[in-house]
């Protein structure tokens, strides 16, 4: 029986124009879990992250539980997703930025503080977008996805721009958000990372899932995630070449 607080993808079909962009895509997201979406550039990951929060269309179903995210009235009180930067007002400050998010979405200001404290920028809340770094950015970028405390969070590259002592402490803070009992998806291109955090893993490929399932049941006898990842997309390149 699916957890009504898992993610759930299923049968996405996608073309644009005669290239096949997803292929019967499914797979679940666990609550309770951390499950890494990998897959080369131009697999099919961001299309389908797309498709699940409401952004690009296909055939099939991608809900959280039983709904899609654009039925939510105040999605950010039910999913948390961190994509492609800050996407605010460079002269604004850090703190008028989370709160112009949070009142568009009638979540308390005492929030604010409580989001940059968790993920450590308590100190940066004077600050103008503009000035923060990279780093600072994906972290800005998670104290938005955590502002309506939600069931899901939905992560794009989470650790890019992150130096050592960031990355050290996304392990703590994702394990973390796991244990409360979130659902947590993310994509990464950095394995070693993935093999850390990860729970679970679904591989794409050519817009297909390849492999899915429990870290150690994927990884099989291989030593690391690197490893099967690369054994399994490189043998999907040289068959896809003996096939054309």
């Given at each position: 029986?699916?957890?009504?607080?898992?993610?759930?993808?299923?049968?996405?079909?996608?073309?644009h124009?005669?290239?096949?962009?997803?292929?019967?895509?499914?797979?679940?997201?666990?609550q309770g879990r951390?499950?890494?979406?990998?897959?080369?550039?131009?697999?099919?990951?961001?299309?389908?992250?797309?498709?699940?929060?409401?952004?690009?269309r296909s055939t099939?179903?991608?809900?959280?539980?039983?709904?899609?995210?654009?039925?939510?009235?105040?999605?950010?009180?039910?999913?948390?997703?961190?994509?492609d930067?800050?996407?605010?007002?460079?002269?604004?400050k850090?703190?008028?930025?989370?709160?112009?998010?949070?009142?568009?979405?009638?979540?308390?200001?005492?929030?604010?503080?409580?989001?940059?404290?968790?993920?450590?920028?308590s100190?940066?809340?004077?600050?103008r977008?503009?000035?923060?770094s990279?780093?600072?950015?994906?972290r800005?970028?998670?104290?938005?996805?955590?502002?309506?405390?939600?069931?899901?969070?939905?992560?794009?590259?989470?650790?890019?721009?992150?130096?050592?002592t960031?990355?050290?402490?996304?392990?703590?803070?994702?394990?973390?958000?796991?244990?409360?009992?979130?659902?947590?998806?993310?994509?990464s291109?950095?394995?070693?990372?993935?093999?850390?955090?990860?729970?679970?893993?679904?591989?794409?490929?050519?817009?297909?899932?390849?492999?899915?399932?429990?870290?150690?049941?994927?990884m099989?006898?291989?030593?690391?995630?690197?490893?099967?990842?690369?054994?399994?997309?490189?043998?999907?390149?040289?068959?896809?070449?003996?096939?054309?």
């Open positions: 029986m699916t957890n009504k607080n898992n993610i759930i993808i299923s049968q996405l079909c996608k073309r124009g005669k290239k096949d962009i997803l292929k019967d895509v499914s797979f679940e997201a666990k951390i499950t890494a979406f990998l897959g080369p550039n131009g697999a099919g990951k961001s299309s389908t992250l797309r498709i699940l929060l409401g952004l690009d099939g179903t991608a809900t959280f539980g039983s709904r899609k995210y654009v039925t939510f009235d105040t999605p950010l009180k039910v999913v948390g997703a961190a994509f930067g800050i996407g605010g007002n460079v002269s604004r850090v703190k008028t930025h989370l709160k112009i998010i949070a009142q568009s979405s009638g979540i308390p200001f005492s929030r604010v503080s409580e989001v940059l404290k968790i993920v450590g920028l100190d940066k809340g004077k600050a977008l503009g000035t923060l990279l780093g600072e950015g994906q800005l970028g998670l104290a938005v996805a955590l502002l309506g405390d939600p069931q899901y969070l939905v992560l794009d590259e989470p650790t890019n721009g992150l130096d050592p960031g990355i050290r402490w996304f392990r703590k803070f994702i394990r973390q958000q796991r244990d409360m009992g979130k659902t947590v998806l993310l994509s291109h950095i394995l070693s990372e993935v093999e850390a955090v990860a729970d679970d893993v679904v591989i794409i490929n050519h817009g297909k899932i390849i492999a899915q399932g429990e870290l150690h049941d994927v099989k006898n291989l030593e690391s995630l690197e490893e099967v990842f690369f054994s399994l997309t490189e043998e999907g390149e040289s068959i896809n070449e003996n096939l054309s």
